[in-house]
């Protein structure tokens, strides 16, 4: 197997990071399985992928546990196994704080962003540790570092419970021979922006990170031999702070 050829299972595939970190690893060479809520996206990661690219879809939803279970099962019969996941699904609300939002809320948001997440872990990692070889890419963000109103109470409090996971997890399975990465990016200019409280200029918009630039890390872990591990990392636009 040389070094771009590999199986990829992406996670929240059809827009925004999942679709760049899709496009990013099909070009390189990897054959890419795009998951997410809806068929119609993920169509569209499908087709707007570069040329000569092998991208298939599935419809998944990571809060359900036997949803993600099939997914995986499905995923291994159509590219012979997985040796890559990235893991990039995720959601956000508009009404952030804790005096607006409702209980329902929290627990939605909890589901996908974190539950979802050791969901996915959970049914790839068997047959890595099989091999005692694999990697898994955490798409997290700076909000599970740095709690802020922007990001709000339930989506920080949920990706600080994935990025916990993501670190303890690859500090257990290191010794099997597998890497779990955490990425945190900053501000992304992607269709989740239409979660924000208030609209977002064009302006902030032309100086966020676009999900290419988050894709150029991921495919840059993946190019890593097994030998070496990155465990995080952190990418922001210029302008965003990080304190």
Not at 25 to 37: D, K, P, T, Y
Not at 51 to 67: E, I, M, Q, W
């Amino acid at each position: 197997m040389s070094q771009l050829d590999r199986r990829v299972l992406v996670t929240g595939g059809g827009t925004g990071i999942g679709q760049g970190v899709a496009w990013a690893l099909a070009a390189a060479g990897c054959r890419v399985v795009v998951a997410g809520r809806r068929e119609d996206k993920l169509n569209e990661t499908i087709q707007g992928a570069p040329p000569n690219c092998k991208l298939f879809g599935r419809t998944v939803d990571v809060a359900d546990r036997s949803s993600v279970l099939d997914l995986v099962n499905w995923t291994t019969e159509q590219l012979t196994g997985i040796d890559v996941l990235v893991h990039a699904a995720g959601i956000n609300i508009k009404n952030r704080s804790m005096l607006d939002m409702t209980p329902e809320q929290w627990d939605q948001i909890v589901a996908v962003n974190t539950t979802g997440a050791y969901n996915c872990m959970w049914a790839v990692l068997p047959q890595m540790r099989a091999r005692h070889e694999g990697l898994i890419v955490n798409i997290t963000s700076i909000a599970g570092k740095r709690a802020s109103d922007l990001g709000g109470i339930a989506y920080c409090a949920s990706k600080f419970g994935a990025t916990g996971l993501g670190t303890a997890a690859g500090l257990e399975e290191a010794q099997r021979g597998i890497r779990i990465t955490n990425i945190y990016p900053g501000e992304v200019d992607t269709p989740l922006l239409e979660q924000r409280p208030h609209p977002v200029s064009d302006e902030r918009r032309a100086a966020m990170l676009k999900p290419a630039d988050v894709a150029h890390m991921v495919l840059a872990v993946v190019q890593l031999p097994p030998h070496a591990h990155v465990p995080e990392m952190v990418v922001k636009p210029t302008i965003q702070a990080y304190s």
